[in-house]
């Protein structure tokens, strides 16, 4: 909610909360005198502290909450130690590592060893620019919003290379180029599931696309139609990819590569990374939210159309609503993210390619084209107003037939079954050792 | 099976794999792991309250100093070596610790070595068992040489009792001299006797040359 | 449960008189009068003579019967007063469930025998490892050199004689010689004069 | 532009993995000749962790060697005092009741789970899971608690000694194992439904690491490796020391159930399922124990035993990771003449060369944890 707050903040310059500038002293001089050029710095200044406050803040708790969810899912405690129930651990941990000293490899390639964390955290928080938070909550209502979240989403790309190839570390450079293997792959079926839906909202804006999703939650594109929704399974197992968490973590397979990429990084440095890692997860579980379950949207047809037609102060509050709407949705997608590291083994790198190429992008394909296809047969209203309604059933219901299909098999690994005694003439082919020499 | 087969599989092992660590985070009884009470969190008194210690949990050793007869059989069987012992069963000396029929002047254990094989508490003599295992286990420290524990007070060993133990060498030498100069002196005494004795068996027998003969 | 180690004691005699020295026990007072040291043991084994290593082990290892599939463990003693260095090896049959010993004496100045890595790749790492400790010299091994010591160790620290460095590159590296080790050597005489003298008070002078 | 006809220029790697290196599970070197992400061809570098445990077994009483074994096989300490006692017992010709051999039938018997555990929850990390880790360390933790209450300590027991076992069990313990092993069924399904069945898993461990039988026993591998390869060799079966050929249990081997017989997850499903008959074994010498009679121990700890002049034993028991031998020779002193320990990791992890060639690097960490070796007893 703080972070909240001084989003609204930001969003100043919209006009929404009148905010008497002018009147301070050294910025209020600037203004009159160069408003042409003061009036967009101060506003990029203002952004760019938000959306670093923003990042900071998310990324604490975040990785709080996943250590309290590991826990859990581990029986145990989870950090304790520092304030109540640990909550101030990643503080402190935080402090440390801005505390720690910055050492730079001796035979590392100094510029690109550090500009590269630098690329990569300018890429992330670019991302946050288009991102939609409220009605009038969004730094920029680009019309290519969701073109530009994919490329400032591949500048990351260009910085994990700097990094690892200026590090001098041959850990570093495996990571480097599982990394950026992973990311460029598993941008087609990101796009592509961008495009599956940029074909039914008409619209690569991020705001129209969340707009077009109000009323009821089965208007949602998830329930769009039943592709949309394999298709939105397909992005949030792209988006893993290419946020690298488990099972997609071998860029930084701390059990094969040490960690990766950011090997011989420490401290503010390493920090940057590691808030742009975090921040990676929060945005493409929020551009997921937004492309799929409604972005800011409540889901509840009388409340969307409260918070549209709101003025004044309700408008304030109906953009606060719409922030704890989004973010609860985004959050949401975050926790599935970490549920899924703390269960899941890591995949190997033909696999992950495999993953992308065999089973991701003809997937995608099909939920383009098919997508499509039903938009243009049924022409959204086969059914007059029930139809949204309708499609919602028939996604509910595919999915829950899957999930009674898995549980209604045995399990996979019967212990009772796989111990049956061998007999003795199964066993004993023993092969001939000697002949070897 | 197939592509779609192993599609298939796959996701319902991951769906199967989610429902266990699913069934732990919602359920706090899970929890298994206690949080320590670290030394400095706990009360002056609590400091063996650490909760399910069974009664054979070897811990850092206590000393029963009045009934150890320095024997050395501990220090003897240790594996690492990382027993000390000094003292004298000469005599007294002054300051020393008292044990049975024996002044301690130092006894010390180094827990940068020690590995708690509990050899030493096995060796210790039937007529003393002085030596045990206690249930306290919390000895961290920032630097090696204060893991040295000195037994006699249960503390740890601090460079005020190295001094106590340099001079005290010094007596304790002194002690070991007299009791070799006494031993001498009693060994001379005997010798002497031993010879008297010899003489005057020699002078009877010189005086009765012929005894043994007569048995003949 | 496949042949004894007697059993394959007899039959190795059988077929190879002229390779083996010594077989059992009672092998060892006939053979070696001089040598009253020689090792009996609990279970039988078979002295090879050093030149003929190689094919007794080839026998064991491909007669039918015995087909000694898995080698165990290479073990090697250092028996410097009879300035020998004996070369055990522990050979074990899957197929068959059974166990032998093959020893070999090898001259303690110049211990060389015939690697088996041809015939076990197992022996390879146990080689190197009784090349690097022992200092045998196992002919024909593929990549003899050390393996649990550095490369540039000097001497086989499993040797009787071997004596510790003082340093290794600069790191101290003794054995571990503080005040620590300073106990009287009368403390057993002690600790029996104090149990005397106990049992006296207790038992009083009567006892 | 690639001109056509012109080869793209490579350039061979030399990876260095470890000594510190968290995949190697402990100081192990492996030298890495890697093509890409191709391991090539792999050399191994050990003896960091070397201790000179034979040469410091000739300096030290027989009992006092006790502790140096528990730090051998530091997972598996219970099995290393097992062995060597049995050595020693052989060697010294002692007697030990029923009622000690069933109490340490069930002790090691708890051991090998606690081993195994360990062996299944790192390799869940190895390949990145990292939850079945932790559930397996929590199990773990309940028989070194068991451990504690019998021995007083939580990793080297030093507890079966030349004799029989060091201390007698509280009267509740009989009850504790059986609660334990209670358990222990259930939550071994819980780690199928985890790892062993996990589709992720099963693709990274199935037909990586293809150990062939004969390959196996020509380098000299044991245990769950070699039984991983499809043979059926276990020498609590072959030979039976303790009270072995009294209790009844199966020995499972590899089948190949997702890929060829001998795979990593062949190797894997054997320390799964010897966990469960290990629990068969415990529950058989519990009973066996509650109505045995005798003494604990039959010699006192702190005398020291002296075996006849010239006697040499070679005494091989069945550990967790593979078959381990004492070789002790006896002067007739106090302290042994020569102690050779044949530690079965070292045999197993000689093999890992030979299987590892071709494979890509995450596979290199999957075939090392398959092999499951312990750094202590390799370097000893």
């Known amino acids: 909610m703080l972070t909240g707050l001084l989003l609204a903040a930001g969003s100043a310059g919209r006009g929404l909360i ?71 651990q990643t503080a402190a941990d935080g402090l440390k590592l801005l505390a720690k000293e910055d050492i730079i490899p001796r035979d590392a390639d100094k510029l690109l060893y550090i500009i590269g964390p630098i690329f990569v955290f300018t890429g992330v928080w670019l991302s946050f620019v288009v991102l939609p938070y409220g009605p009038d909550l969004i730094v920029a209502d680009l019309n290519v919003g969701l073109l530009f979240l994919a490329a400032v989403a591949s500048i990351e790309v260009v910085g994990v290379l700097m990094a690892g190839w200026a590090s001098n570390n041959k850990w570093a450079l495996f990571g480097t180029m599982r990394m950026i293997t992973q990311l460029v792959s598993y941008e087609i079926p990101i796009g592509l599931s961008f495009v599956a839906v940029v074909a039914i909202s008409g619209s690569l804006s991020m705001q129209e696309i969340t707009l077009d999703q109000q009323g009821w939650f089965w208007n949602w594109y998830l329930f769009r139609n039943p592709f949309l929704f394999v298709g939105f399974f397909l992005y949030f197992i792209a988006s893993l990819a290419e946020t690298k968490r488990a099972p997609f973590d071998l860029p930084e397979a701390e059990s094969e590569l040490v960690a990766g990429f950011h090997t011989e990084y420490t401290g503010m440095r390493f920090s940057l990374f590691f808030l742009a890692e975090y921040a990676a997860m929060y945005v493409v579980s929020a551009t997921a939210a937004v492309l799929f379950l409604g972005g800011w949207c409540t889901g509840f047809a009388f409340i969307d159309s409260w918070m549209m037609e709101s003025a004044g102060f309700q408008r304030v509050l109906a953009n606060v609503v719409g922030l704890t709407s989004i973010t609860i949705k985004a959050w949401f997608l975050v926790a599935v993210m970490m549920w899924l590291r703390w269960t899941l083994p890591r995949i190997r790198l033909d696999q992950v390619m495999y993953v992308c190429l065999k089973v991701l992008l003809p997937f995608s394909f099909g939920v383009l084209v098919f997508s499509t296809l039903w938009e243009l047969v049924t022409d959204g209203t086969l059914f007059g107003d029930w139809w949204p309604l309708f499609q919602f059933l028939i996604s509910i219901g595919g999915f829950g037939l899957l999930m009674m299909n898995f549980m209604a098999k045995e399990r996979p690994y019967d212990i009772e079954a796989d111990f049956r005694p061998l007999r003795h003439s199964e066993v004993h082919a023993a092969p001939d050792a000697g002949a070897r020499g | 099976m197939g592509y779609f087969g192993d599609i298939y599989d796959v996701s319902k092992s991951i769906l199967t794999g989610m429902g266990v660590t699913l069934k732990y985070f919602v359920n706090p009884k899970t929890i298994t792991t206690v949080q320590y009470k670290r030394p400095e969190r706990r009360g002056e008194g609590e400091l063996h309250e650490v909760p399910h210690l069974p009664d054979m949990h070897k811990g850092i050793h206590y000393l029963e100093t009045e009934e150890c007869i320095m024997c050395w059989q501990c220090a003897n069987i240790c594996p690492v070596d990382c027993i000390v012992i000094e003292g004298t069963r000469d005599g007294e000396v002054e300051g020393a610790y008292q044990g049975n029929r024996a002044n301690l002047t130092r006894f010390t254990i180094d827990y940068s070595l020690c590995i708690y094989c509990n050899l030493c508490c096995e060796a210790c003599p039937e007529t003393s068992t002085c030596i045990h295992m206690g249930k306290e286990f919390d000895f961290t420290s920032y630097d090696q040489g204060s893991l040295v524990k000195n037994l006699l007070t249960d503390e740890k060993f601090t460079k005020e009792d190295l001094r106590f133990t340099t001079n005290a060498q010094s007596k304790i030498e002194e002690l070991a001299e007299e009791k070799k100069r006494k031993a001498a002196e009693a060994q001379a005494a005997r010798k002497a006797a031993a010879a008297a004795k010899k003489a005057a068996a020699a002078k009877k027998a010189a005086s009765t040359p012929d005894t043994p003969a007569k048995k003949d | 449960m496949g042949l004894t180690a007697s059993e394959i004691v007899e039959r190795v005699r059988a077929a190879l008189p002229d390779d083996i020295i010594v077989a059992t026990e009672d092998d060892v007072a006939e053979a070696d009068e001089t040598k009253k040291k020689a090792p009996e043991t609990i279970d039988p084994f078979v002295l090879a003579k050093p030149e003929s290593l190689r094919k007794v082990c080839e026998w064991l290892c491909y007669e039918p019967d015995l087909r000694f599939d898995l080698l165990h463990c290479i073990s090697n003693i250092d028996y410097p007063d009879r300035n020998v260095i004996q070369v055990i090896y522990h050979l074990d049959s899957i197929r068959h469930k059974h166990t032998f010993t093959v020893k070999v004496d090898l001259d303690r100045a110049d211990p060389k025998v015939e690697s088996m890595v041809p015939l076990w790749p197992a022996a390879d790492w146990h080689e190197r490892e009784s090349f690097d400790l022992m200092g045998v010299i196992h002919t024909g091994h593929p990549n003899l050199k050390r393996i649990l010591c550095a490369d540039d160790w000097v001497g086989h620290p499993l040797r009787k004689d071997y004596e510790f460095p003082e340093e290794y590159h600069g790191i101290p590296c003794g054995p571990y010689v503080t005040e620590y080790a300073n106990i009287p050597p009368e403390h057993e005489v002690w600790l029996k004069e104090f149990e005397a003298e106990d049992a006296a008070k207790r038992g009083g002078p009567s006892s | 532009m690639i001109e056509a006809g012109a080869d793209i220029r490579t350039e061979e790697f030399l990876l260095n993995m470890g000594p510190q290196h968290p995949a190697t599970h402990g100081v192990l070197r492996l030298v890495v000749r890697t093509d890409g992400e191709l391991v090539l061809d792999c050399e191994c570098h050990i003896g960091y962790l070397h201790r000179c445990f034979e040469k410091c077994a000739e300096g030290n009483p027989y009992t006092s060697v006790i502790p140096y074994t528990d730090r051998m096989d530091y997972l598996a300490a219970m099995c290393n005092n097992q062995s060597f006692s049995l050595a020693v017992e052989k060697l010294a010709k002692i007697e030990v009741t029923d009622r000690a051999r069933w109490m340490r039938m069930a002790t090691v018997e708890l051991q090998r789970i606690a081993s195994h555990l360990m062996a299944v929850g790192t390799y869940g990390l190895d390949v990145g899971a990292i939850t079945a880790f932790l559930h397996c360390f929590r199990e773990r933790e309940r028989i070194l608690d068991l451990f504690e209450e019998m021995s007083g300590q939580r990793l080297n027991y030093s507890y079966i000694v030349p004799g029989g076992v060091l201390y007698d069990w509280p009267d509740d313990m009989p009850k504790k194992i059986e609660n334990f092993c209670d358990q222990m069924e259930v939550r071994i399904r819980e780690y199928n439904d985890l790892l062993s069945g996990n589709g992720i898993f099963i693709k990274r461990t199935a037909d990586i690491g293809v150990l062939p039988a004969d390959v196996a026993i020509a380098w000299g591998c044991t245990g769950p490796v070699l039984r991983g390869s499809g043979i059926k060799r276990d020498l609590r079966k072959d030979r039976p020391y303790e009270f072995y050929d009294q209790v009844e249990f199966d020995v499972p081997v590899g089948r190949g159930l997702h890929g060829t017989l001998g795979d990593c997850w062949d190797r894997y499903w054997v320390r799964v399922q010897e966990m469960s008959e290990s629990i068969k074994i415990i529950r058989q010498s519990i009973s066996k124990y509650s109505t045995s009679t005798g003494k604990y121990l039959t010699t006192p700890a702190n005398k020291q035993l002296r075996p006849p002049k010239g006697e040499a034993v070679y005494h091989t028991t069945e550990n967790p990771r593979g078959e381990l031998g004492y070789y002790v020779v006896s002067d007739g002193e106090p302290i042994p003449y020569r102690v050779k320990a044949r530690a079965p990791s070292f045999c197993n992890v000689a093999v890992l060369p030979e299987i590892s060639r071709g494979t890509m690097v995450a596979d290199l960490v999957a075939i090392l944890g398959s092999l499951d070796i312990v750094l202590g007893e390799i370097d000893r």
């Not at chain 1, 708790?61 to 250590?67: K, S, T, W």
């Open chain 1, 18 to 88: 009148d905010l008497d500038l002018t009147s301070l002293p050294l910025v209020g001089e600037m203004l009159a005198e160069h408003p042409t050029i003061a009036w967009p710095l101060l506003m990029l200044a203002i952004g760019c502290g938000v959306v670093i406050g923003y990042i900071t803040v998310f990324s604490l708790l975040a990785v709080y909450a996943e250590r309290k969810i590991s826990a859990f899912m581990q029986s145990r405690l989870g950090p304790m130690e520092v304030g109540p129930y640990g909550l101030l």
